[in-house]
């Protein structure tokens, strides 16, 4: 791509950037993807998944981008050609027990993108700001199968659908991507334990402190508040982000 190209490519992801709305990030957070429970009265933003209610708040809606939720097997195999395949067998998160998508090729991330893609303009039906597009990461997992460049392909078809719809989007871990972040289509971040690992500061660059940042182990928690909590909103969570879990901010 040449320089020019580059620079329409940017100003045309910028230019439907400016049509979604943005988090406040001043104001705390809450991350309730494990199930809804009513917000601290300091919170001004909320993720839930895309099968809750909104709260009222700047809502995002959560969406498994990259993955499958385990409950919605029967769904993805009525698409076999999308689920990744090693030896014939998914290739799967063992974290979680999710099955890796297909990223591979042009049309395994069309399709891909169009189930993805009903699921956002139900969010945007349903009354949320924006999305956050989990495991954008999932190449990591993938034993070699899939790549960076795969996964940042299927992201800039979401982000124009998301778009579309009047939603933000959010780029959810892969801190090494973050730079790019914006000119792929990405609006703000969501970041799990970026204090953790030190990669706070390139979410706060790409995306102007623009980053939700959630830790699951408390010395962590404490560390990226002192580190960063007066730029960017912290909340510490269980890791089965529960509605009756762990739930505190800086």
């Known amino acids: ?25 001043g104001v705390d957070w809450a991350y309730q993807i494990g199930g ?3 917000p601290a009265a300091s919170v001004g933003t909320v993720v839930r998944d895309r099968g809750d209610e909104p709260a009222g708040a700047y809502d995002v809606c959560y969406v498994n981008a990259f993955q499958t939720q385990p409950a919605e097997r ?13 030896g014939g067998r998914p290739v ?10 297909d990223t591979r090729t042009p049309a395994r991330r069309a399709g891909i993108a169009a189930i993805v893609g009903r699921w956002i ?8 700001d924006a999305v956050e597009a989990d495991n954008l990461d999932s190449w990591t997992r993938s034993e070699g199968l899939l790549t960076r460049s795969d996964n940042l392909a299927l992201a800039r078809l979401l982000a124009r659908r ?3 719809a009047g939603l933000a989007l959010a780029q959810k871990n892969a801190a090494e991507v973050a730079s790019r972040g914006p000119s792929i289509g990405f609006d703000f971040a969501i970041a799990e334990e970026c204090g953790r690992f030190d990669e706070c500061g390139r979410y706060a660059a790409a995306y102007d402190n623009r980053v939700l940042v959630v830790e699951y182990r408390r010395g962590d928690f404490e560390r ?16 089965a982000v529960s509605p009756s879990g762990v739930d505190e901010r800086c």
């Open 1 to 25: 791509m040449t320089p020019g190209w580059r620079r329409a490519v940017v100003a045309l992801v910028s230019l439907a950037a400016s049509t979604v709305t943005l988090p406040d990030a």
């Open 36 to 38: 809804a429970s009513t």
């Open 74 to 86: 029967r769904l993805w195999r009525r698409h076999p050609q999308l689920v990744l395949r090693d």
């Open 92 to 101: 799967v998160d063992e974290a979680w027990g999710e099955w890796l998508l």
């Open 121 to 128: 303009d139900r969010c945007a039906r349903d009354g949320f």
């Open 162 to 164: 998301a778009h579309a």
């Open 224 to 239: 990226t508040c002192a580190a960063w909590g007066d730029r960017l909103p912290v909340v510490l969570r269980d890791r």
